[in-house]
């Protein structure tokens, strides 16, 4: 059983809304109106009666805070759970008003530590690990990064979730993902909902150059992905098409030079194609135990079908710097800006580096393997934050009916915000980008093989292989498979033990 998700009806909804909440107040030169920075003020709540629709107790907390730890800056996503003020930018009046109706509605507060990290959200682990060890109620919400710690999870450093009466996890406004395959022994660390909007900024998605597109007679591909026919073979063939050598001695990266590439690759994208694929390195059996994957004929049909999609030999793709907008260096986000790639792998946050690129862009899911594949599916960045809540919390009734009531408000008031958001930027002003985006946020997956690290020690190796034109794994895999599976059972191990001794 593939580790997938099922479509969220309110993100739907939210995509709905979208489309005529927003459609008052846009530009004339668009068929979907956007929120400009002529109409940041527009009002974005949602009527009252939509409140209504929580099923669930709201009750009196008597002025009880929620203090709650995230990071600062962070790879240019939106990381605050609270903000103290309006400032005209629509996101965070939004944020600021779903907040003040909590705060009246359930008698609290909110009081948010963002903790600087210096872009390595490893430091944010550190420092929640001494706040824990030293016993101290600090904290009641803790957004912490479980791929650069996992050992926070089987040291016992959060609470079951799955114990907390008032924490429906399994209504939408909770991801269900996250919820449904993140549960290990019975018991579930972690999880993720709008209340904190970083698994949504960080989901990945191919960014696509509709001007060059145009002046090319090509079909932008959204009737493909409508269709189930965006697949490794579609995205080849546009690739293909597209790549010019221009005169340049080699495909090498020249700043100076003129060579047209079909994609700008960021160094983690073999990942998200072999997951927008539905090949996973750890899945569920029908019983629901854990099991070893990355073993069968499709698994390496699918790296077979990769390589000449990503491996830069052939123009059809450049390894791009991971320093975004290095020109000189071959910066991947810079490849795509200066209109040298007809596509780019990246995160939806995109958007917000790219409003200045000249050409207008769109976005489309990662491709399928081939049209039998079920579905799309899209992953979001491995060092993402998600919803913990400590064991040192002494308020747990407190913190998980606040925490219930602010992710079901975000679903109603600050995602449809949030969509507008980004598809505000230039080229992402339409309808198709918002059913896009839609699918995008509503096909995220996990692999709990890379989410806990236990496939570390072989996805720097297949990347290599890959991006170098070999898709012969299997006898990397056969060595790294009774290691993954140690490090797999070592985990479940570990979390035993922790709900023995607890």
């Not at 609290?108 to 109620?137: Q, R």
């Not at 747990?396 to 079901?408: C, G, Q």
């Not at 996805?459 to 991006?467: A, G, H, K, Q, T």
Request: hydrophobic letters at 35%.
């Amino acid at each position: 059983m593939k580790l997938a998700t099922k479509t969220s009806t309110l993100l739907l909804l939210a995509a709905l809304l979208l489309s005529s909440t927003f459609i008052s107040c846009g530009s004339s030169d668009t068929d979907t109106g956007t929120v400009t920075e002529q109409n940041k003020s527009a009002d974005t709540t949602l009527p009252a009666e939509t409140e209504a629709a929580y099923p669930y107790e709201t009750p009196d907390l008597g002025g009880y805070t929620l203090r709650v730890l995230s990071s600062g800056f962070l790879w240019d996503m939106y990381q605050e759970v609270d903000v103290t003020e309006t400032n005209g930018e629509v996101l965070n009046d939004a944020v600021y008003t779903r907040n003040r109706k909590i705060e009246e509605k359930l008698n609290c507060s909110f009081e948010e530590t963002n903790y600087e990290v210096n872009d390595d959200p490893n430091n944010l682990n550190l420092h929640l690990k001494d706040i824990i060890l030293s016993g101290d109620d600090v904290y009641d919400v803790t957004y912490a990064c479980i791929y650069s710690m996992p050992a926070m999870v089987t040291d016992g450093y959060f609470m079951n979730l799955l114990d907390i009466d008032e924490l429906h996890l399994n209504e939408p406004w909770w991801d269900s993902v996250v919820a449904e395959n993140g549960i290990l022994e019975n018991c579930l660390y972690f999880a993720t909902s709008p209340m904190h909007l970083m698994p949504y900024d960080s989901a990945w998605a191919l960014f696509f150059n509709e001007t060059m597109m145009e002046k090319n007679d090509m079909e932008k591909p959204y009737d493909l992905v409508r269709s189930g026919k965006w697949t490794y073979d579609a995205l080849l063939g546009y690739t293909k098409a597209i790549t010019n050598m221009n005169g340049d001695a080699s495909f090498a990266w020249n700043n100076s030079g003129n060579a047209i590439y079909g994609m700008s690759i960021h160094s983690f994208a073999p990942d998200k194609f072999i997951l927008g694929a539905n090949e996973y390195f750890i899945e569920r059996d029908e019983s629901g135990e854990l099991q070893f994957a990355a073993n069968d004929e499709r698994f390496f049909n699918v790296l077979e079908s990769l390589i000449p999609i990503i491996c830069g030999d052939t123009g059809y793709s450049i390894f791009g710097s991971n320093t975004d907008f290095d020109a000189e260096a071959g910066g991947y986000m810079h490849i795509f800006a200066s209109g040298r790639s007809l596509f780019l792998t990246a995160e939806i946050k995109g958007a917000q580096l790219l409003r200045d690129m000249d050409d207008t862009f769109g976005i489309v899911p990662y491709p399928k393997y081939d049209e039998n594949q079920d579905s799309y599916y899209s992953s979001f960045v491995n060092q993402c934050l998600f919803y913990t809540i400590p064991v040192t919390n002494t308020h747990l009734k407190e913190t998980a009916v606040i925490s219930d009531y602010t992710s079901y408000l975000s679903m109603q008031d600050v995602l449809p915000v949030y969509y507008g958001n980004v598809v505000e930027q230039k080229g992402l002003r339409n309808e198709d980008s918002i059913e896009m985006l839609d699918i995008i946020l509503n096909t995220k997956s996990v692999d709990l093989g890379i989410l806990f690290g236990w496939t570390s020690s072989i996805l720097d190796s297949m990347r290599s292989n890959l991006y170098n034109g070999n898709s012969n794994t299997a006898s990397l895999i056969e060595k790294q498979e009774k290691l993954i599976v140690k490090n797999m059972e070592k985990t479940v191990e570990a979390i035993r033990d922790a709900i023995a001794n607890s």
